[in-house]
């Protein structure tokens, strides 16, 4: 199982990012798919995911961001819209198959102006 992040960078506070993850593997799918960030000093932090079906998001990013999925491509996607300078962070894929987790490497994501 692999997970591989891209698609960070910098973009200016209100811009959008998509950060894309390439699953190899396993078949992505809505039953259990994650994206995560984290700051230094900070534990990680849920910022989107799939569970059975359903999408769950924190408050902090509810109406800004959307995790989807492409079987076709078994690619993960995070839509970040009207970014903020909290945003900034390392962001994970996630997953968990058998019980065990796996994560990618991260890609950075900077807000700034």
């Known amino acids: 199982v692999q997970l591989v992040e891209s698609g960070g960078g910098l973009v200016q506070p209100g811009g959008s990012l998509r950060l894309s993850c390439e699953a190899s593997?396993?078949?992505?799918?809505?039953?259990?798919m994650s994206w995560y960030r984290q700051v230094p000093g900070k534990e990680r932090e849920l910022v989107a995911a799939?569970?059975?079906?359903?999408?769950t998001y924190p408050d902090s990013v509810k109406g800004r961001f959307t995790i989807s999925v492409d079987n076709v491509k078994n690619m993960v996607y995070l839509q970040m819209d009207s970014l903020k300078s909290e945003d900034t962070a390392v962001y994970y894929c996630?997953?968990?198959?058998?019980?065990?987790?796996?994560w990618g490497k991260g890609t950075p994501v900077t807000v700034s102006s």
């Open positions: 996630q997953t968990k198959l058998v019980g065990m987790n796996y």
């Open positions: 799939f569970r059975s079906g359903r999408t």
């Open positions: 593997g396993f078949t992505v799918n809505e039953d259990y």
